[in-house]
């Protein structure tokens, strides 16, 4: 039902900036939640921030807090994961998700049914 597309990706020196979007085509459903998260290599996937449909409501990891804020605008369908003051520690694949019956802390991975391709971000030191 939905497509996402990551982009925004890149290198980026240590206590830069970055932002990431998240396109969404598709038949999307009515309501859904977007969840951004992040997987380095050999290791898991990682949560780093949530919000709901209407942007209302949003949740943001420990590990970025202060740091990543999460948005979105629904009339582009897109959402947005903007990063400040990255670290070398934040460098991953960073995955948009959608889905439907996702709630706060919008943190589940298993709830989210579409998930986009990945986009390579890479914090220097």
């Known amino acids: 039902q939905v497509q996402l597309v990551e982009s925004g990706g890149g290198l980026v020196q240590a206590e830069g900036s970055l932002r990431l979007s998240c396109a969404a085509s598709?038949?999307?459903?009515?309501?859904?939640?977007m969840g951004w998260f992040r997987q380095a290599p050999g290791k898991g996937r990682e949560f780093v921030a949530g919000?709901?449909?209407?942007?209302?409501?949003?949740y943001i990891a420990d590990s970025v807090k202060g740091r990543f804020t999460v948005s979105r605008d629904n009339a582009k369908n897109t959402a947005y994961l903007q990063m400040t003051s990255l670290k070398p520690e934040d460098t991953a694949v960073y995955y948009c998700a959608a889905g439907v019956g996702v709630y706060y802390p919008f943190d589940s991975i298993l709830d989210y049914g579409y998930w986009g391709q990945g986009t390579q971000v890479t914090v220097s030191p």
């Open positions: 598709g038949r999307a459903p009515s309501t859904y939640a």
């Open positions: 919000i709901d449909y209407s942007g209302e409501n949003t």
